[in-house]
Protein backbone atom coordinates (compact mmCIF):
# COMPACT_ATOMS: atom_id res chain seq x y z
CA UNK A 1 0.00 0.00 0.00
CA UNK A 2 2.74 2.20 0.75
CA UNK A 3 4.04 1.81 -2.43
CA UNK A 4 0.87 2.59 -4.41
CA UNK A 5 0.63 6.21 -1.92
CA UNK A 6 4.12 6.89 -3.01
CA UNK A 7 3.47 6.00 -6.86
CA UNK A 8 0.25 8.25 -7.02
CA UNK A 9 2.66 10.90 -6.11
CA UNK A 10 5.09 10.49 -8.46
CA UNK A 11 3.20 10.16 -11.51
CA UNK A 12 3.25 13.95 -11.72
CA UNK A 13 6.41 14.04 -11.76
CA UNK A 14 7.13 11.38 -14.41
CA UNK A 15 6.79 13.87 -17.21
CA UNK A 16 10.44 14.97 -16.22
CA UNK A 17 11.73 12.35 -18.88
CA UNK A 18 9.24 12.08 -21.88
CA UNK A 19 8.53 9.03 -23.44
CA UNK A 20 10.01 8.85 -27.30
CA UNK A 21 9.38 6.09 -29.79
CA UNK A 22 7.81 3.18 -28.83
CA UNK A 23 7.33 4.57 -25.24
CA UNK A 24 10.56 4.55 -24.57
CA UNK A 25 11.48 6.54 -21.90
CA UNK A 26 14.96 7.45 -21.64
CA UNK A 27 17.48 8.97 -18.95
CA UNK A 28 21.13 10.03 -18.61
CA UNK A 29 22.15 8.10 -15.67
CA UNK A 30 24.87 9.93 -13.03
CA UNK A 31 27.47 6.82 -12.69
CA UNK A 32 28.47 3.74 -14.98
CA UNK A 33 26.57 1.19 -15.85
CA UNK A 34 27.16 -1.66 -13.24
CA UNK A 35 27.77 1.34 -10.38
CA UNK A 36 24.17 2.31 -11.74
CA UNK A 37 22.27 -0.98 -12.01
CA UNK A 38 24.06 -1.61 -8.51
CA UNK A 39 22.00 1.19 -6.93
CA UNK A 40 18.87 0.00 -8.92
CA UNK A 41 18.91 -3.28 -6.98
CA UNK A 42 19.46 -1.66 -3.79
CA UNK A 43 16.90 1.12 -4.53
CA UNK A 44 14.50 -1.76 -5.44
CA UNK A 45 15.04 -4.26 -2.71
CA UNK A 46 14.82 -1.51 -0.52
CA UNK A 47 11.37 -1.08 -1.46
CA UNK A 48 10.57 -4.45 -1.28
CA UNK A 49 10.51 -5.36 -4.80
CA UNK A 50 11.71 -8.69 -6.31
CA UNK A 51 15.01 -8.38 -8.53
CA UNK A 52 14.04 -11.39 -10.97
CA UNK A 53 17.15 -11.35 -12.90
CA UNK A 54 19.94 -9.55 -13.99
CA UNK A 55 21.35 -9.89 -17.70
CA UNK A 56 24.84 -8.20 -18.66
CA UNK A 57 24.35 -8.10 -22.11
CA UNK A 58 28.56 -6.56 -22.70
CA UNK A 59 29.77 -9.61 -20.87
CA UNK A 60 27.00 -11.99 -22.95
CA UNK A 61 28.86 -10.21 -26.16
CA UNK A 62 31.98 -10.60 -25.11
CA UNK A 63 31.67 -14.53 -24.92
CA UNK A 64 31.18 -15.10 -28.94
CA UNK A 65 34.05 -12.39 -29.26
CA UNK A 66 31.81 -9.02 -30.04
CA UNK A 67 31.42 -6.09 -28.28
CA UNK A 68 28.17 -3.81 -27.82
CA UNK A 69 29.70 -2.19 -24.68
CA UNK A 70 28.72 -1.95 -21.35
CA UNK A 71 24.90 -3.31 -21.34
CA UNK A 72 22.63 -4.75 -18.64
CA UNK A 73 19.24 -5.08 -18.53
CA UNK A 74 17.65 -5.68 -15.00
CA UNK A 75 14.65 -7.48 -14.60
CA UNK A 76 12.48 -6.70 -11.56
CA UNK A 77 8.68 -6.41 -10.44
CA UNK A 78 6.24 -6.41 -7.12
CA UNK A 79 3.21 -9.58 -7.59
CA UNK A 80 0.71 -7.56 -6.09
CA UNK A 81 1.37 -5.09 -9.18
CA UNK A 82 1.72 -6.99 -11.85
CA UNK A 83 -0.82 -10.00 -11.23
CA UNK A 84 -3.91 -7.58 -11.29
CA UNK A 85 -2.78 -6.77 -15.51
CA UNK A 86 -1.87 -10.67 -16.30
CA UNK A 87 -5.90 -11.05 -14.81
CA UNK A 88 -7.00 -8.24 -16.87
CA UNK A 89 -4.98 -9.82 -20.03
CA UNK A 90 -3.20 -12.43 -19.75
CA UNK A 91 -0.92 -11.60 -22.65
CA UNK A 92 0.72 -8.95 -19.89
CA UNK A 93 2.74 -11.59 -19.05
CA UNK A 94 4.93 -11.12 -22.22
CA UNK A 95 6.07 -7.71 -20.87
CA UNK A 96 5.95 -8.10 -17.41
CA UNK A 97 7.82 -7.98 -14.95
CA UNK A 98 9.29 -4.23 -15.80
CA UNK A 99 12.62 -3.90 -17.09
CA UNK A 100 15.32 -1.12 -17.35
CA UNK A 101 18.45 -1.07 -19.61
CA UNK A 102 21.08 0.55 -18.67
CA UNK A 103 24.11 1.06 -21.12
CA UNK A 104 26.49 2.81 -22.27
CA UNK A 105 25.72 4.93 -25.53
CA UNK A 106 27.72 6.17 -28.34
CA UNK A 107 29.53 9.42 -26.71
CA UNK A 108 29.92 7.15 -23.70
CA UNK A 109 27.26 8.48 -21.46
CA UNK A 110 25.65 5.67 -19.53
CA UNK A 111 21.83 5.66 -20.03
CA UNK A 112 18.55 4.09 -18.62
CA UNK A 113 15.85 2.99 -20.69
CA UNK A 114 12.33 1.60 -19.94
CA UNK A 115 9.38 1.62 -21.90
CA UNK A 116 6.11 3.29 -20.36
CA UNK A 117 3.78 1.10 -18.77
CA UNK A 118 0.74 2.61 -20.34
CA UNK A 119 2.35 2.51 -24.11
CA UNK A 120 3.24 -0.75 -23.40
CA UNK A 121 0.34 -2.40 -22.20
CA UNK A 122 -2.87 -0.49 -22.84
CA UNK A 123 -2.67 -1.61 -26.63
CA UNK A 124 -3.39 -5.05 -25.32
CA UNK A 125 -7.32 -6.27 -25.18
CA UNK A 126 -8.22 -6.55 -21.55
CA UNK A 127 -5.94 -3.51 -20.38
CA UNK A 128 -7.52 -0.15 -19.53
CA UNK A 129 -5.63 2.77 -20.08
CA UNK A 130 -7.25 3.82 -16.67
CA UNK A 131 -5.98 0.79 -15.05
CA UNK A 132 -4.38 1.58 -11.50
CA UNK A 133 -1.85 -0.86 -11.74
CA UNK A 134 -0.40 0.79 -14.90
CA UNK A 135 -0.46 4.49 -12.63
CA UNK A 136 1.52 2.95 -9.97
CA UNK A 137 4.21 0.94 -12.75
CA UNK A 138 4.71 4.19 -13.79
CA UNK A 139 5.12 6.04 -11.06
CA UNK A 140 7.54 3.33 -9.50
CA UNK A 141 9.81 3.53 -12.96
CA UNK A 142 9.98 6.95 -12.45
CA UNK A 143 10.44 7.22 -8.90
CA UNK A 144 13.46 4.40 -8.63
CA UNK A 145 15.28 5.05 -12.11
CA UNK A 146 14.75 9.01 -10.94
CA UNK A 147 17.26 7.66 -8.02
CA UNK A 148 19.88 7.13 -10.44
CA UNK A 149 19.57 9.61 -13.01
CA UNK A 150 21.40 13.21 -13.64
CA UNK A 151 17.98 14.95 -13.21
Known sequence: MKLLATAAVIVAMAGAAMAGD??????????????????LVATLE?????????????AGAKSVGEDVGASQLLIFGSPKVGTPAIKDDPVSGLYLPLKVLVYQDGTGKTMIAYQDPTEMLSPLGGVSEDAPYLKVMTGALAKFTGTVAAE
Do not use: C, P, Y
Request: no cysteine; proline share 0%.
Open 22 to 39: NGIVRKEATGGVTETVDA
Open 46 to 58: GAGLTIFARVDHG
